[in-house]
T-cell receptor
Framework: EAGVAQSPRYKIIEKRQSVAFWCNPI?????LYWYQQILGQGPKLLIQ????????DSQLPKDRFSAERLKGVDSTLKIQPAKLEDSAVYLC?????????????FGPGTRLTVT | AQSVTQLDSQVPVFEEAPVELRCNYS??????LFWYVQYPNQGLQLLLK??????LVKGINGFEAEFNKSQTSFHLRKPSVHISDTAEYFC???????????FGGGTRLMVKP
């Protein structure tokens, strides 16, 4: 079974530029999550999708961050414009429906550096 | 709202020694509890979870954790660590009515030969 795929793995941009990250979850996983992990901290949930609908985006800075999950499969997270404090690893995770829904499977992450 | 506190940011230990990584949580509702491991430049991998039943939970790689409701703790233990256990360990909780993880700040386990 293929895992959660993310690209790119690394990205360096200047502040005020825009950037987009892509995630492809495990096949059949209805729920998809985006987390932000700042160096030295635990991951923080940004947004949760159930199929192609948003379940929770209360911690997403909506003035600059946006996310979509078209067709309920893969997802993109965008930052526009980026700030220095957005430097972090962006993790995507997915979970299956039913009894396994509490087990989240994480991708390798995208490390963003904003200069 | 939930919060998770991992009391030790770093735990150095010699190979084959026992280890305990501490986790305390706070929540106004019932929660499920998890431990994840993160190896360098990789995503998180689930070690174990407590959903219900026995408060002693066994996970992968010889790890186990004990849920203590009265002390709101979920400490992770291993009786004998290996060099390959060197990684960052995260405790996390989710309310039973939802599936949104709140993570602790992490504990870096450093196993020395």
């Amino acid at each position: 079974e293929a895992g959660v795929a993310q690209s790119p793995r690394y990205k360096i941009i200047e502040k005020r530029q825009s950037v987009a990250f892509w995630c492809n979850p495990i096949s059949g996983h209805a729920t998809l999550y985006w987390y932000q992990q700042i160096l030295g901290q635990g991951p923080k949930l940004l947004i949760q999708f159930q199929n192609n609908g948003v379940v929770d985006d209360s911690q997403l800075p909506k003035d600059r961050f946006s996310a979509e999950r078209l067709k309920g499969v893969d997802s993109t997270l965008k930052i526009q414009p980026a700030k220095l404090e957005d430097s972090a690893v962006y993790l995507c995770a997915s979970s299956p429906p039913g009894h396994g829904r509490y087990e989240q499977y994480f991708g390798p992450g995208t490390r963003l550096t904003v200069t | 709202a939930q919060s998770v506190t991992q009391l030790d940011s770093q735990v150095p230990v010699f190979e084959e020694a026992p280890v305990e990584l501490r986790c305390n949580y706070s929540s106004s509702v019932s929660v499920y509890l998890f431990w994840y491991v993160q190896y360098p430049n990789q995503g998180l991998q689930l070690l174990l979870k407590y959903l219900s039943g026995s408060t002693l939970v066994k996970g992968i790689n010889g790890f186990e954790a004990e849920f203590n409701k009265s002390q709101t703790s979920f400490h992770l233990r291993k009786p004998s660590v290996h060099i390959s256990d060197t990684a960052e360990y995260f405790c996390a909780v989710t309310p039973r009515a939802g599936n949104m993880l709140t993570f602790g700040g992490g504990t870096r386990l450093m196993v020395k030969p």
